[in-house]
């Protein structure tokens, strides 16, 4: 594989992440905007998970993207997703 591929496949990969994270984002704000009286607390906590999602998406991005940049110190990101390898955009659905 040469450098611009590596490169090409790097960016799709961050790319890819940061579009999955804007879209837990969105359905939490469709969540809560929707949400009746007699369920808007269980539709609170669905939002706050996938904004917790969309956060550990994004860390995960920021770290590929340290890496890739050869920046060091840039710890991994925390909770499920820390496991991710680079090379495996969705490894964490693999469990």
């Known amino acids: 594989m040469t450098d611009q591929e590596g490169a090409s496949f790097s960016a ?3 790319s890819g992440t940061r579009l999955s994270a804007c879209l837990a984002r969105m359905a939490a704000i469709q969540l809560v905007e929707e949400a009746r009286w007699w369920n808007r607390w269980r539709r609170r906590l669905m939002a706050r998970a996938l904004v917790a999602c ?15 940049a050869g920046v060091s110190g840039a710890g991994p990101a925390r909770g499920h ?15």
């Open 81 to 95: 997703l820390a496991a991710v390898a680079p090379h495996e955009p969705f490894g964490h659905l693999a469990r």
């Open 54 to 68: 969309a956060d550990e998406l994004e860390e995960q991005a920021d770290a590929w993207r340290a890496d890739a």
């Open 12 to 14: 799709g990969q961050d």
